[in-house]
Protein backbone atom coordinates (compact mmCIF):
# COMPACT_ATOMS: atom_id res chain seq x y z
CA UNK A 1 0.00 0.00 0.00
CA UNK A 2 1.75 3.27 -1.17
CA UNK A 3 0.12 5.11 2.19
CA UNK A 4 2.25 2.53 4.77
CA UNK A 5 4.88 2.94 2.37
CA UNK A 6 5.24 7.04 2.49
CA UNK A 7 4.93 6.90 6.43
CA UNK A 8 7.36 3.79 7.14
CA UNK A 9 9.90 6.54 5.11
CA UNK A 10 9.36 9.05 7.58
CA UNK A 11 9.11 6.81 10.61
CA UNK A 12 12.70 5.97 11.32
CA UNK A 13 13.51 10.08 11.92
CA UNK A 14 11.10 10.05 13.81
CA UNK A 15 11.72 7.57 16.03
CA UNK A 16 15.31 8.83 16.50
CA UNK A 17 14.15 12.15 17.29
CA UNK A 18 11.89 10.96 20.21
CA UNK A 19 8.79 12.65 18.05
CA UNK A 20 5.44 10.94 17.28
CA UNK A 21 3.11 11.57 13.79
CA UNK A 22 0.02 11.64 14.82
CA UNK A 23 -2.54 11.10 12.09
CA UNK A 24 -6.38 11.87 11.40
CA UNK A 25 -8.18 9.73 8.94
CA UNK A 26 -11.83 8.71 8.66
CA UNK A 27 -10.59 4.87 7.94
CA UNK A 28 -12.90 3.69 11.05
CA UNK A 29 -11.50 1.80 14.21
CA UNK A 30 -10.22 -1.38 12.36
CA UNK A 31 -8.43 -0.37 9.58
CA UNK A 32 -7.05 2.74 11.62
CA UNK A 33 -5.47 -0.01 14.05
CA UNK A 34 -4.44 -2.03 11.04
CA UNK A 35 -2.74 0.78 9.19
CA UNK A 36 -0.69 1.06 12.19
CA UNK A 37 -0.25 -2.34 12.86
CA UNK A 38 1.63 -2.77 9.51
CA UNK A 39 3.41 0.50 9.83
CA UNK A 40 5.20 -1.63 12.61
CA UNK A 41 6.45 2.01 14.75
CA UNK A 42 4.88 3.19 18.30
CA UNK A 43 5.31 6.69 17.14
CA UNK A 44 2.51 6.68 15.13
CA UNK A 45 -0.71 7.38 16.85
CA UNK A 46 -3.68 8.42 16.26
CA UNK A 47 -5.62 11.50 16.37
CA UNK A 48 -9.09 10.87 17.91
CA UNK A 49 -11.61 13.91 16.60
CA UNK A 50 -15.43 13.01 19.21
CA UNK A 51 -17.24 14.70 16.34
CA UNK A 52 -15.93 12.93 13.26
CA UNK A 53 -16.10 9.77 15.28
CA UNK A 54 -20.14 10.27 16.15
CA UNK A 55 -20.51 11.73 12.46
CA UNK A 56 -19.53 8.21 11.31
CA UNK A 57 -21.71 6.35 13.37
CA UNK A 58 -19.13 4.69 15.98
CA UNK A 59 -19.79 4.14 19.34
CA UNK A 60 -17.51 6.69 20.35
CA UNK A 61 -17.03 6.30 24.06
CA UNK A 62 -16.35 2.53 22.68
CA UNK A 63 -13.87 3.54 20.17
CA UNK A 64 -11.65 5.61 22.21
CA UNK A 65 -11.16 2.75 25.03
CA UNK A 66 -10.92 0.18 21.91
CA UNK A 67 -7.74 2.73 20.49
CA UNK A 68 -6.41 3.54 24.21
CA UNK A 69 -2.82 4.04 23.71
CA UNK A 70 -3.17 4.43 20.50
CA UNK A 71 -4.57 7.76 20.38
CA UNK A 72 -2.14 10.72 20.73
CA UNK A 73 -4.06 13.75 20.51
CA UNK A 74 -8.10 14.52 20.76
CA UNK A 75 -10.04 17.13 18.87
CA UNK A 76 -12.97 17.95 20.81
CA UNK A 77 -15.41 18.70 18.30
CA UNK A 78 -19.53 18.36 17.83
CA UNK A 79 -21.16 16.90 15.26
CA UNK A 80 -24.71 15.35 13.94
CA UNK A 81 -24.49 11.83 13.57
CA UNK A 82 -24.16 10.09 10.54
CA UNK A 83 -22.33 12.53 8.15
CA UNK A 84 -23.83 15.13 9.72
CA UNK A 85 -22.57 18.68 10.17
CA UNK A 86 -20.28 20.49 13.47
CA UNK A 87 -22.51 22.19 15.81
CA UNK A 88 -21.61 23.88 18.37
CA UNK A 89 -20.42 22.11 21.31
CA UNK A 90 -23.49 20.68 23.29
CA UNK A 91 -25.84 20.93 20.43
CA UNK A 92 -25.04 17.55 18.83
CA UNK A 93 -25.16 13.86 19.36
CA UNK A 94 -21.65 13.09 20.95
CA UNK A 95 -21.98 12.30 24.45
CA UNK A 96 -19.48 14.25 26.43
CA UNK A 97 -19.85 12.88 29.30
CA UNK A 98 -19.01 9.30 28.26
CA UNK A 99 -16.30 10.75 26.03
CA UNK A 100 -14.23 12.44 28.88
CA UNK A 101 -15.03 9.73 30.98
CA UNK A 102 -13.33 6.92 28.17
CA UNK A 103 -10.03 9.17 28.04
CA UNK A 104 -10.32 9.43 31.55
CA UNK A 105 -10.45 5.39 31.30
CA UNK A 106 -7.74 5.01 28.90
CA UNK A 107 -5.55 7.61 31.04
CA UNK A 108 -4.98 9.65 28.14
CA UNK A 109 -2.72 12.62 29.15
CA UNK A 110 -1.95 14.78 25.78
CA UNK A 111 -3.35 17.38 24.29
CA UNK A 112 -6.93 18.15 23.92
CA UNK A 113 -7.62 20.71 21.12
CA UNK A 114 -10.88 22.54 20.71
CA UNK A 115 -12.21 22.46 17.06
CA UNK A 116 -15.40 23.54 16.88
CA UNK A 117 -18.06 25.43 15.11
CA UNK A 118 -17.23 29.01 15.00
CA UNK A 119 -19.58 31.77 16.53
CA UNK A 120 -20.39 35.33 15.64
CA UNK A 121 -17.42 36.40 18.26
CA UNK A 122 -14.00 34.11 18.21
CA UNK A 123 -13.10 35.04 21.43
CA UNK A 124 -16.97 34.56 23.08
CA UNK A 125 -17.36 31.71 21.56
CA UNK A 126 -13.78 30.12 22.31
CA UNK A 127 -14.23 31.51 26.41
CA UNK A 128 -18.11 29.46 25.98
CA UNK A 129 -16.23 26.22 24.76
CA UNK A 130 -13.58 26.29 27.21
CA UNK A 131 -16.10 26.46 30.07
CA UNK A 132 -18.03 23.75 28.42
CA UNK A 133 -15.42 21.50 28.32
CA UNK A 134 -14.12 21.82 32.08
CA UNK A 135 -17.32 20.95 33.15
CA UNK A 136 -16.06 17.12 32.12
CA UNK A 137 -12.33 17.39 33.43
Not at 22 to 32: D, H, K, P
Not at 96 to 122: E, P, T
Request: contains cysteine; hydrophobic residues 40%; proline residues 2%.
Amino acid sequence: NEAIASVKQIIKPLEQNNMNLTLETSLGIFNAKEFIKRVGSNCLKINFDFGNSCCLGEDTPATIKSLGSLIGGVHIKDRTRLLGTTVPLGEGDVDFDQCFDAIKNINYQGVLILQACRGVDDVATAKNYLSFVRTFL
